[in-house]
């Protein structure tokens, strides 16, 4: 998990702007995210996503931007602190890294997981139109795991035809994710005007 997390951090991932691409690194932009009661708003921060890749493969985007929730203290960290983290990680210290990385949990135990809680929130604009809408769930290690296999079993069923490089949406339908979701408990809630 930490491996990952700062392979992600140290990354760039593109984000569409006017339908134009641009690379964007974590914590270089800042916002503050219209999260649902009870959360509230929250500060988020620029995130490198492989959303970023997917998403435009099969919708058609004029934007696309992606965010973590972050504290104060984390948002700054990654704003202020890549440069030192990027010198770190391409510098002869590097081992020494790798070693305190290895020490580290694997991931969460399993009761961490089962108190664990995620939100997220898509928000979509269409001129003056607007639609949120918001996925919320627990254990997303277990979720993850759950959704692959699903998509596994679905791939290697007889008759299966979809080829080449795609979003997992793409691959699986999106009957099956939501189906997935729902057997998991994940609630699914959309916010537009009246």
Do not use: C
């Not at 700062?6 to 964007?24: F, H, K, Q, V």
């Not at 490089?165 to 339908?173: I, W, Y």
Request: no cysteine; net charge negative.
């Amino acid at each position: 998990t930490i491996r990952s997390t700062l392979g992600i951090i140290l990354s760039e991932g593109p984000w569409l702007e006017d339908g134009r691409t641009r690379m964007i690194s974590a914590g270089e932009e800042t916002r503050w995210a219209p999260m649902p009661p009870p959360l509230g708003p929250k500060r988020a921060v620029s995130f490198p996503l492989a959303l970023g890749h997917l998403a435009p493969r099969h919708l058609e985007l004029r934007a696309l931007r992606l965010y973590a929730t972050a504290g104060a203290v984390e948002a700054g960290g990654m704003r202020f602190g890549m440069p030192f983290l990027r010198w770190a990680f391409d510098s002869p210290v590097r081992p020494w890294i790798d070693k305190i990385v290895d020490r580290a949990p694997e991931g969460p135990t399993e009761d961490q997981r089962e108190r664990s809680r995620w939100t997220i929130l898509a928000e979509a604009r269409s001129g003056s139109e607007w639609r949120n809408v918001t996925l919320q769930g627990t254990d997303y290690y277990g979720l993850t795991a759950e959704t692959l296999t699903a998509a596994a079993i679905q791939m290697s069923a007889d008759g299966y035809d979809v080829s080449g490089v795609v979003a997992p949406v793409e691959a699986t339908g999106l009957n099956v994710l939501l189906d997935e979701l729902s057997k998991h408990g994940v609630s699914i809630e959309t916010y537009a005007p009246v």
